[in-house]
């Protein structure tokens, strides 16, 4: 299931290949959510490695997005933020189990 998220501030990245350089700007970000609502082991090894919530939010979200961390890294805090809530708020809930006491 895909997400997609408009960033507040744009991301500007620059590219340097064969042809010389150039700069591109990412506006929109799409997260590559997996389709039952559940993260596994593939989706999480990315955060290995990365220490404190933001770091592994961040590992998770280039994971997500199929962009390196040094892009992520550039954020905005603006836009972290929701993305982080995005990523909190991915789960679905589980099956309900009955009444509590």
């Given at each position: 299931m895909a997400a997609t998220y408009t960033l507040k501030v744009p991301i500007k990245i620059k590219l340097v290949g064969p042809a010389g350089e150039r700069e591109e700007t990412i506006t929109q970000l799409t997260l590559d959510f997996p389709e039952d609502g559940v993260f596994r082991a593939k989706h999480l090894r990315a955060t290995?490695?990365?220490s404190?919530?933001?770091a592994m939010t961040v590992a998770l979200l280039a994971d997500l997005a199929g962009h390196p961390i040094k892009v992520m890294d550039?954020?905005?805090?603006v836009d972290l933020m929701a993305l982080m809530d995005m990523?909190?708020?991915?789960?679905r809930p589980g099956p309900s189990t009955g009444e509590t006491v």
């Open positions: 290995d490695g990365h404190g919530r933001v550039e954020l905005a805090e990523i909190e708020g991915f789960q």
